[in-house]
Antibody, heavy 119, light 109 residues
Framework: EVQLVESGGGLVQPGGSLRLSCAAS????????MSWVRQAPGKGLEWVAN????????YYVDSVKGRFTISRDNAKNSLYLQMNSLRAEDTAVYYC????????????WGQGTLVTVSS | ETTLTQSPAFMSATPGDKVNISCKAS??????MNWYQQKPGEAAIFIIQ???TLVPGISPRFSGSGYGTDFTLTINNIESEDAAYYFC???????????FGQGTKLEIK
């Protein structure tokens, strides 16, 4: 059974940093692109970042470029999101997601971890 | 960049009803439309892929239709367990990015 479990969320002050983690199990992690997606309170979902199987390609939504870094450790079956210079508008539930192997759409999601940026 | 306009934002249904949720793309996306169900505190579930294909293990009460710019998720014979948030998703390949519809909250009376 595919499982994606996020951790690392919490309350952080504006300008601060936080590192999210996603523990993957039930599939060959190193064979899949992975993504981070977020949902701000009362808003729709927003794609944040993608990373290729070997980490050689990474893509970000414009609003987080230069502040967030997606990374992975295939030996630990883990995905990460380093978030720096956090702003109030980054407040959201952050979801880890797997990209399908046949068509590049998202096929599995985690339950999410809440990040609150507030003073 | 493609935008997706999903409607309605909220709907209420009675058990046994048939409901339709719409997702309109700002440009032709062929059959690149996917639908998901999300319940509070749970991981989202993939229910329809490539506009019309039911994901294995999903109830056949769910179906998808459409091509190009207009897409519909249909739920037949609504049950109380269908109360959830539904959203559509499409991707662009180069680079790989994703766009979401604004979501629909379905309430069962």
């Amino acid at each position: 059974e595919v499982q994606l479990v996020e951790s690392g969320g919490g309350l952080v002050q504006p300008g601060g940093s936080l590192r999210l983690s996603c523990a993957a199990s039930g599939f060959t992690f190193s064979s899949y692109w992975m993504s981070w997606v977020r949902q701000a309170p009362g808003k729709g979902l927003e794609w944040v970042a993608n990373i290729k199987q070997d980490g050689s390609e990474k893509y970000y939504v414009d609003s987080v470029k230069g502040r967030f870094t997606i990374s992975r450790d295939n030996a630990k079956n883990s995905l990460y999101l380093q978030m720096n210079s956090l702003r109030a508008e980054d407040t959201a539930v952050y979801y880890c997601a797997r990209v399908g192997a046949v068509t590049p759409t998202i096929d599995y999601w985690g339950q999410g971890t809440l990040v609150t940026v507030s003073s | 960049e493609t935008t997706l306009t999903q409607s309605p934002a909220f709907m209420s249904a009675t058990p046994g009803d048939k409901v339709n949720i719409s997702c309109k793309a700002s440009q032709d996306i062929d059959d690149d439309m996917n639908w998901y169900q999300q319940k509070p505190g749970e991981a989202a579930i993939f229910i329809i892929q490539e506009a019309t294909t039911l994901v294995p293990g999903i109830s056949p009460r769910f179906s998808g239709s459409g091509y190009g710019t207009d897409f519909t998720l249909t739920i037949n014979n609504i049950e109380s367990e269908d109360a959830a948030y539904y959203f559509c998703l499409q991707h662009d390949n180069f680079p790989l990015t994703y766009t979401f519809g604004q979501g629909t909250k379905l309430e069962i009376k």
